[in-house]
T-cell receptor
Framework: NAGVTQTPKFQVLKTGQSMTLQCAQD?????MYWYRQDPGMGLRLIYY???????DKGEVPNGYNVSRLNKREFSLRLESAAPSQTSVYFC?????????????FGPGTRLTVL | GDSVTQMEGPVTLSEEAFLTINCTYT??????LFWYVQYPGEGLQLLLK?????DKGSNKGFEATYRKETTSFHLEKGSVQVSDSAVYFC?????????????FGKGTLLTVNP
């Protein structure tokens, strides 16, 4: 049981390049999330998907797009990377749309934009 | 909106010392409260949670009690070990609406020396 997996683990981009971060979960969860982690900022929600076929903006969606490809997979795309998007990106999933539910996190993608 | 304030770090302790990391929150209604832990180079994992007032969450010797009257959820451990060195995040999950995101504190880095 792999839980939440993310690829790649590390990536270096030049300003203006594009890339897609991949996330998959094998827990049959309905909800999936993308967060970014910056020093001294905690984690901030970029986008989330409450169920297959739906996506919604979080706190910091500018510069990103997402696709909920199916129930298992939720990708995050940077169309034109900027140095301000240098961060560690975490994908998470949860089973139920309730406030008591635990979110399970992937290992993260460390992205550097030069 | 919802917010979480936790003790600024870093915190450095000797092995077997007592640990307290303070966490207070602002939220409407009856949020669920969580402590997540991030070990070096890894993603976040749930440490413990409490879903209603006066509940005590516990795991691996760590405890936290949901205090609605003081809007607090302080993390404690009676005797820390070197293996407890990590970043600890307090988080809340709102109780209403369709936004099921976690709101995180900024994290507290704990270093335990032998």
């Amino acid at each position: 049981n792999a839980g939440v997996t993310q690829t790649p683990k590390f990536q270096v981009l030049k300003t203006g390049q594009s890339m897609t971060l991949q996330c998959a979960q094998d827990m049959n969860h309905n909800s999936m999330y993308w967060y970014r982690q910056d020093p001294g900022m905690g984690l901030r929600l970029i986008y989330y998907s409450a169920s297959e076929g739906t996506t919604d903006k979080g706190e910091v969606p500018n510069g990103y797009n997402v696709s909920r490809l199916n129930k298992r997979e939720f990708s995050l795309r940077l169309e034109s990377a900027a140095p301000s998007q240098t961060s560690v990106y975490f994908c998470a999933s949860s089973g139920e749309r309730t406030s008591t539910d635990t979110q399970y996190f992937g290992p993260g993608t460390r992205l550097t934009v030069l | 909106g919802d917010s979480v304030t936790q003790m600024e770090g870093p915190v450095t302790l000797s092995e077997e010392a007592f640990l307290t990391i303070n966490c207070t929150y602002t939220a409407t209604g009856y949020p669920s409260l969580f402590w997540y832990v991030q070990y070096p180079g890894e993603g976040l994992q749930l440490l413990l949670k409490a879903t209603k007032a006066d509940d005590k969450g516990s795991n691996k010797g760590f405890e936290a009690t949901y205090r609605k009257e003081t809007t607090s959820f302080h993390l404690e451990k009676g005797s820390v070990q070197v293996s407890d060195s990590a970043v600890y995040f307090c988080a809340l999950h709102g109780s209403g609406g369709s936004n099921y995101k976690l709101t995180f504190g900024k994290g507290t880095l704990l270093t335990v020396n032998p």
